[in-house]
């Protein structure tokens, strides 16, 4: 494990996994990013300066605070996260597709609303 390592880290590569099938790929890091952020370029996502995760914090405690029908005020602590973060991007590379592109997969289980929307 520790020579992989060392040979990874030497190249500036990594490891990820396939879209289809139980494979690994191993891949430059600079062309991982490329990709990551090709996509992001190519959909049209909005990209902010700020990380908006705090006030999206208050808000949802907010309103969860003047909803006291739904949510009664003893069990209102199930439906905050107390260490929000904001939602990561994972790319899962495409092998059967030409140019290799990556399938997003996006983890919420940090994000602020994430106890609540469940």
């Not at 030497?10 to 990013?33: C, F, H, R, W």
């Not at 959909?43 to 907010?62: A, D, E, G, L, V």
């Not at 029908?69 to 602590?77: C, G, V």
Request: net charge positive; charged share 20%; hydrophobic share 30%.
């Amino acid at each position: 494990m520790k020579l992989i390592q060392t040979k990874l880290s030497e190249n500036d590569a990594m490891i990820t996994t396939a879209d289809k099938g139980n494979s690994l790929v191993i891949l430059p890091t600079q062309q991982y990013n490329t990709k990551i952020q090709d996509f992001i370029y190519k959909n049209n996502f909005q990209t902010s300066t700020t990380n908006p995760t705090k006030s999206f914090q208050n808000q949802i405690r907010k309103t969860i605070s003047c909803n006291t029908t739904l949510i009664p005020k003893d069990s209102k602590w199930r439906y905050v996260d107390l260490n929000p973060s904001a939602p990561t991007i994972k790319g899962l590379i495409k092998l059967h597709k030409p140019d290799r592109p990556i399938r997003p997969v996006v983890n919420w289980r940090n994000a602020p609303a994430y106890k609540l929307s469940q």
